[in-house]
């Protein structure tokens, strides 16, 4: 049974502080890391994709990965309240299923 | 660049019946994927289109079942509907033809079975 597991929080941060999300996934098969953000009542939006070991930045968004660890984690620098949302993890394999984590929920406290 | 657009917003149905969800693609996107996604829980696969063909599937009966159009566009259909079948349905497409593609969710249609 192919897994990715977050812890569900809620994670709390002060306005300005960095956020940091983990998931862990149990395919060592798995290829493709993403993150997506899910605001209460909404779909998933997707914001950083991984593919390769290390760290990939975007803007206040960080991603990192290591797959000898099968361990991805996502860091949120300078949060704000904006950014209080569920963090769902996925992971994909073989090119079509998404497997998804049950999401780590962050609030940013102004 | 149009994006994911899924129909309708809110369904109610009663046990028993049956039900089509619809969904949009991207522009240039011709793969499709449906998910489930309970209150609580990360969106579970039911099944991927690519170029009208199934091109897997994940753990749900029979009694779920789905097309794809030569637009693209994709229908679920839902059969028997049980009461647990209600959750929100995503629909998400990604460009299709590698391993790894980025999926796009569109916004839903959140399915109530009384």
């Known amino acids: 049974q192919k897994e990715v597991e977050q812890n569900s929080g809620p994670l709390s941060v002060p306005e300005g502080a960095i956020a940091s999300l983990n998931c862990t996934y149990s395919d060592r098969g798995s290829q493709s890391f993403f993150w997506y953000r899910q605001y209460s009542g909404k779909s998933p939006e997707l914001i950083m994709s991984i593919y390769s070991n290390g760290d990939k930045e975007d803007g206040r968004f960080t991603a990192q990965l290591n797959k000898a660890s099968q361990y991805v984690s996502l860091l949120i620098r300078d949060s704000q309240p904006s950014d209080s949302a569920t963090y769902l993890c996925a992971v994909n394999q073989a090119g079509t299923a998404l497997i998804f984590g049950k999401g780590t929920t962050l609030s940013v406290s102004s | 660049e149009t994006g994911v657009t899924q129909s309708p917003t809110h369904l109610i149905k009663t046990r028993g019946q049956q039900v089509t969800l619809r969904c949009s693609s991207q522009?240039?996107?011709?793969?499709v994927s449906w998910y489930q996604q309970a209150l609580g829980q990360g969106p579970q696969f039911i099944f991927q289109y690519y170029r009208e063909e199934e091109n897997g599937r994940g753990n749900f009966p029979p009694r779920f079942s789905g097309l794809q159009f030569p637009n693209y566009s994709s229908e679920l259909n839902v059969n028997a509907l049980e009461l647990d079948d209600s959750a929100l349905y995503l629909c998400a497409s990604s460009p299709g033809g590698t391993t790894g593609n980025e999926q796009f969710f569109g916004p839903g249609t959140r399915l109530t079975v009384l």
């Open positions: 522009s240039g996107h011709n793969t």
